[in-house]
């Protein structure tokens, strides 16, 4: 299946400061790509839809000027979280489109 | 809301089949089945998909009623790395907006 990668694995930041989260995928071109976020025992949750060359589609309830999502190319979609906040602190994924969906493995964010 | 039920959790033992079933009653035509599971902290890992008929690959085995409103993954042999939250989800082919239900956690013991 196709591969997709996330940098970096984990982070920890202060509150306050932002972090930029990279998905990348390895073989394959996309034009779309989906960001979840994951609480701790909790499922997945889609944040937004982004969209190369576009604007991304956020959810109801993401705050698009919080999380700023950039998808320059065919390859790389970046999340990032502006003035992070403890409540931040979540697993991100992203996952890749077109036929099956298959996932990076994930960045886990604890904002101190 | 997802449109899949599954039962909460499960135990299976090592080297025995694991029948993991789903429940979507509410499926549309050209909606699939697919099968992600999730080891702790790691992101979903696709396992199978199906439309109508059954389907095999080297991971698993998925098994859906001739009504299609309900499904079973099926893993032959368990292992203790198949350990994991298992997420059936039904969608349109080129899939987006994924929405994951609560999943079956899969304990495979000794």
């Known amino acids: 299946g196709a591969v997709v990668s996330q940098h970096p694995s984990w982070v920890i930041c202060k509150s306050g400061t932002s972090v930029k989260i990279e998905c990348r995928s390895l073989?394959?071109?996309?034009?779309?790509m989906f960001w979840y976020r994951q609480f701790p025992k909790q499922s997945l949750m889609l944040m937004a839809t982004?969209?190369?060359?576009?604007?991304?589609?956020?959810e109801q309830g993401v705050e698009k000027d919080k999380f700023l999502i950039n998808h320059a190319s065919l390859t790389l979609s970046t999340l990032t979280v502006t003035s992070a906040h403890p409540e931040d602190s979540s697993f991100y994924i992203c996952?890749?489109?077109?036929?099956?969906?298959?996932f990076g493995p994930g960045t886990r964010l604890t904002v101190t | 809301d997802a449109k899949t039920t599954q039962p909460p959790s499960m135990d299976c033992a090592e080297g025995r089949a694991a029948n993991l079933p789903c429940n979507h009653s509410?499926?549309?035509?050209?909606?699939?089945v697919y099968w992600y599971r999730q080891i702790h902290s790691q992101g979903p890992q696709y396992i199978i998909h199906?439309?109508?008929n059954n389907e095999t690959n080297e991971m698993a085995s998925l098994i859906i009623t001739e009504d299609r409103k309900s499904s079973t993954l099926i893993l032959p042999h368990a292992t203790l790395r198949d350990t994991a939250v298992y997420y059936c989800?039904?969608?349109?082919?080129?899939?987006?907006?994924?929405?994951f239900g609560t999943g079956t956690r899969l304990q495979v013991f000794p």
């Open positions: 996952g890749s489109s077109g036929g099956v969906q298959y």
């Open positions: 073989d394959f071109q996309a034009t779309t």
């Open positions: 982004s969209n190369e060359g576009s604007k991304a589609t956020y």
């Open positions: 509410t499926i549309s035509g050209n909606e699939y």
């Open positions: 199906g439309l109508k």
């Open positions: 989800i039904v969608d349109t082919y080129n899939t987006d907006k994924l929405i």
